[in-house]
């Protein structure tokens, strides 16, 4: 593992810690924490040794003096994944969960070198078997390949068997700690996880944001931090579509370029450290505008009143214009690509739709797997819609790039694709199908309530008749990101209006309160 993963505490630092801390002692071989566990200290070392091992006892690094044992789940309650043994006679200051909390919020140094090393554990230990969920259901299994996607989109760490459940319940997933469970939802295994929380009938809060992408977590961040009783709702996974980005380039800040995941997961967890609530997956169903509070309306029959309301739920990738492309989704035909994709199509021929830097970034990723990649766009030139740089990656990477090529029909039985055709006539063999066709908005469950123009975008500002610039039709109402009309459908813009619309939130919430006249 790198260094990353095991810095050590400043003398300064181990002070800090032991004034809010309790000092104790534990024997070789005492178990910290173990796999399933849902509560445990942060532990700081002074003396002696602790051993990081997962459930099957191979070990995966050790902790020593001046070092700390903690991970991502520490600040989100989370069922823990790996276990904790002491290797040496062990003295070490323990330090509950809420007042590391507190003390994160006032120490900014402690507090990067905690979260950063907290995301590199998590990403580390994403890659090794044995760790987090083990789902079993076989690659033909919508259901299982759903709650594959739903597991990496969410940062789970996962093992996969590609068989047959034996009851046939697919997919059978066994937790952390041994229980299974049999052809579960979404929400049921991040409810069984501790992932997110799982909402009241009815919640009342300050502020409720719809839709957890680089909008909605900026939001959240500066919500939180300035005292406001915040609450993010999610329909499927917590970064959005940005967490499913191969690498992000031309992100301030990061001159070698940064991963989607990486970047909306270190958003997850500072919006955490300032007590923002995420809660996973609930869908939001209706908006009822209301005097003072506005009504959302979730499945699972919940609803929340909210002094104000940010709409941040982007937009959704467009479907090809295809007969029978639903028999292919989720199994061949898919509009994102990582890890799971590029082991299921290493050595295939793979055909990716578009000519954004969605599509060249997948092609590159996908080549570069292994894949024999082809992309297809309609356009004379790639260099239309498409950065320089993605082109002569293009190029580096072997990918065939075909003009002016848009797809007619699909060929393929029980969901495995075969070949395409093209509007030409031409016949292509292809066994995977990547599309990156640009998005539309999430504003369906809108309806009449704010208005949007004729794509369905959210207008705010002087086009909506409001004097704040991201509020909405509707005073109290605000959007930003993707879902609002006229931004630049970029990664930093949305986080600026996602940080942005919590000062329209303070000036509404102050208009609330002034006397009239």
Not at 13 to 19: N, R
Not at 66 to 82: A, D, I, R
Not at 421 to 440: D, K, P, Q, V
Request: proline share 4%; aromatic share 6%.
């Amino acid at each position: 593992m790198s260094a990353s993963v095991s810095p050590q505490l400043s003398p300064s630092q181990l002070a800090t810690l032991a004034e809010i801390g309790e000092e104790r002692a534990a024997p070789v071989g005492e178990l910290l924490y173990g796999v399933g566990d849902r509560t445990y200290p942060f532990i700081a070392i002074l003396e002696g040794e602790v051993a990081i091992v997962d459930a099957a006892g191979n070990e995966i690094v050790r902790h020593g003096p001046s070092g700390f044992v903690g991970e991502l789940n520490l600040l989100s309650g989370q069922t823990v994944f790996v276990n904790a043994f002491v290797t040496e006679p062990l003295r070490y200051i323990a330090v509950e969960r809420n007042a590391l909390r507190a003390l994160l919020d006032d120490d900014g140094q402690l507090a990067d070198l905690l979260l950063s090393t907290f995301v590199a554990r998590r990403e580390a230990v994403q890659g090794i078997a044995g760790i987090g969920l083990e789902i079993v259901g076989l690659h033909e299994s919508e259901p299982t390949m759903q709650l594959l996607e739903f597991a990496r989109a969410n940062r789970l760490p996962y093992t996969w068997q590609d068989a047959a459940p034996p009851d046939g319940a697919s997919p059978l997933v066994r937790l952390p700690g041994g229980t299974e469970l049999h052809g579960p939802s979404n929400g049921q295994v991040l409810r069984a996880l501790g992932v997110g929380r799982e909402l009241a009938p009815r919640e009342e809060v300050d502020l409720l944001i719809v839709g957890a992408g680089p909008a909605g977590l900026a939001a959240a961040v500066y919500g939180a931090s300035e005292g406001l009783d915040t609450l993010v709702v999610e329909s499927t996974a917590l970064g959005g579509q940005a967490a499913a980005s191969r690498r992000i380039e031309n992100y301030l800040g990061f001159p070698a370029g940064i991963t989607g995941a990486e970047l909306t997961g270190r958003a997850v967890t500072q919006a955490r450290k300032f007590d923002a609530r995420t809660a996973t997956p609930y869908r939001a169903l209706s908006l009822e505008p209301g005097n003072g509070r506005h009504l959302v309306r979730l499945e699972d029959d919940r609803e929340v009143a909210a002094r104000a309301v940010l709409l941040a739920t982007g937009a959704q990738y467009r479907r090809l214009p295809v007969d029978r492309l639903d028999e292919f989704e989720g199994l061949t035909a898919f509009y994102a690509a990582g890890p799971l994709e590029a082991r299921l199509c290493g050595g295939a021929r793979v055909a990716v739709v578009g000519g954004g830097n969605s599509a060249g970034q997948a092609a590159v990723w996908l080549a570069r797997g292994g894949a024999l990649v082809t992309l297809l766009h309609r356009r004379a030139d790639l260099r239309e819609t498409m950065s320089d740089y993605l082109v002569r990656e293009l190029e580096r990477a072997d990918v065939t790039v075909r003009d002016r090529s848009e797809i007619a029909e699909l060929h393929g039985e029980g969901g495995r694709l075969e070949a395409v055709t093209l509007r030409s006539g031409e016949l292509l063999a292809f066994s995977f199908l990547f599309l990156f066709l640009g998005a539309r908005p999430c504003t369906e469950w809108l309806d009449d309530t704010v208005a949007r123009d004729h794509d369905g975008f959210v207008l705010t500002g002087g086009a909506a008749g409001s004097d704040h610039l991201l509020e909405t039709s509707v005073a109290g109402i605000f959007a930003a990101g993707d879902v609002r009309s006229g931004s630049t459908k970029r990664c930093a813009t949305a986080v600026g209006e996602g940080s942005m619309a919590v000062q329209f939130v303070h000036l509404h919430l102050a208009e609330q309160k002034a006397p009239a006249g």
